[in-house]
């Protein structure tokens, strides 16, 4: 059944593998395709109509370029009952253009509270998502199996399982897990954390898969640290043994592995460079471009010094764009995020969102304000177009805010019914957003 999704406007219808290096720096891999048996599900969702009246005029096209946010959105009544929905919103009124309506929920065959975020193919169509489960332990909450991954069709309205492990399937965190070409998706797939919580020889495995749940293969293992799509190739660091901290330090391990990059489409890998430090990598999605940011981690791992680098696939410095002298050991540069054209980076140091082309210099664009917490960003995805950046905040309260490009313009997100006032705002709470392209007619 086909979606029906109208926005009125005043003008119309607006690896089990071993890998080593050798001296002409190209790496052989023995992969094995291994798929584990699971079966498609297929979910179909009633239609969808969304209509927004009395809107500035502006043409299809200005529509089409600021697509639609995806989000969660935590709801609680006056009885203290709890939910969580996936919703979205034109992009219109995200900036601000117009006014929003009331959050379009989308009917899930999954628990919204057991997923992150919905990760875009590059056509905007479909996008992929993980399922995941935990449980509360001693030192915290811990992961439980099963995982499964999921793809929404967005012109259908409908879900489809393509995989279930009885693994851990990694957050990719900033990454996109879709090839720029859409016919394929990479995960990271992990060991179940012991109920100690200690991450001694886990075992981590690099996966692709196609987005209809074929020709599934395992790339590298025992241990890999995937980073996203660099243009048509991957983007990692591997081992050929899993961390094991009763004979080697953690920053020994980490810097000591090698930048892979790896086409799956042909098999050529080839090793890049060795980091100089235990860094962030962002690559950006024309593959022309590498981001090295010093992360927020452990004091042991870092200095107060905190630095994001641009390099060539090669390993060369291009520019830095920023170094910051942070007095909190445990702070970092977080999040990072490239626009689709690899035309802009954002990212934020302590309270600041920054932007920047990739050789030019940082403008500040949005300040937390930290008078009454410690305030911080989640997350920050670019509009399809590059024009707005959308940003998850919480300083005090959880919120979405919308900053252009250059600064000059910040909206906070707001919609039909929405409470604005701080003591009501918690009854909803938006999180999780991505930001999707529509692309064509």
Not at 12 to 23: E, F, I, K, N
Not at 267 to 276: R, S, W, Y
Not at 431 to 436: A, D, L
């Amino acid at each position: 059944m086909k979606r029906l999704l109208t926005i009125i406007l005043s003008i119309g219808v607006v690896l089990s593998s071993g890998w080593l290096a050798s001296q002409n720096n190209t790496v052989e891999i023995s992969a094995d395709v291994q798929a584990e048996p699971t079966s498609s599900k297929n979910w179909q969702i009633s239609p969808i109509s969304v209509t927004v009246k009395n809107v500035p005029d502006k043409s299809e096209k200005n529509a089409n370029s600021l697509g639609e946010v995806y989000f969660k959105l935590s709801s609680s009544d006056d009885l203290g009952k709890y939910s969580i929905q996936l919703v979205r919103l034109p992009g219109f009124c995200v900036i601000g253009a117009i006014e929003c309506p009331q959050p379009e929920e989308i009917q899930t065959p999954f628990d919204p509270q057991n997923i992150d975020y919905l990760d875009w193919s590059p056509d905007g169509k479909k996008a992929i998502t993980f399922e995941s489960f935990s449980e509360e332990v001693e030192w915290g909450m811990r992961r439980v199996p099963p995982s499964r991954i999921y793809i929404f069709d967005v012109e259908e309205e409908t879900w489809t399982q393509i995989f279930e492990t009885s693994q851990h399937i990694l957050d990719p965190g900033n990454s996109t897990m879709w090839s720029p070409d859409g016919k394929w998706i990479a995960f990271v797939q992990s060991d179940i954390m012991p109920e100690s919580g200690k991450r001694e020889n886990e075992i981590q495995k690099l996966f692709v898969i196609r987005p209809d749940g074929s020709d599934m293969k395992m790339l590298f293992s025992p241990a890999t640290h995937f980073f996203g799509w660099s243009g048509e190739n991957l983007l990692l660091q591997a081992s050929d043994h899993p961390y094991d901290s009763s004979s080697e330090d953690v920053i020994t391990y980490l810097q000591n592995r090698d930048v892979i990059s790896f086409n799956p489409e042909t098999g050529e890998t080839t090793v890049l460079f060795k980091p100089d430090r235990y860094s962030a990598l962002y690559p950006s999605p024309n593959g022309k471009f590498l981001a090295f940011a010093d992360p927020p981690t452990r004091p042991e791992l870092t200095t107060p010094i905190k630095e994001i680098r641009l390099f060539d696939p090669s390993g060369k410095l291009f520019h830095s764009l920023g170094s910051y002298n942070n007095n909190q050991l445990y702070s970092g540069i977080y999040p990072v995020s490239w626009s689709a054209d690899s035309n802009l980076i954002a990212y934020r140091n302590l309270r600041k969102m920054y932007i920047s082309k990739p050789l030019g210099q940082p403008v500040e664009v949005y300040q937390l304000d930290d008078t009454n917490v410690q305030p911080s960003i989640y997350n920050a995805v670019f509009s399809p177009d590059g024009s707005y950046l959308l940003m998850e905040v919480f300083d005090g309260r959880p919120k979405l805010v919308a900053v252009s490009a250059d600064g000059k313009k910040q909206h906070e997100v707001t919609w039909s019914g929405h409470q604005e006032a701080e003591t009501d705002s918690l009854n909803q709470q938006p999180s999780s957003p991505s930001w999707r392209p529509i692309v064509g007619p």
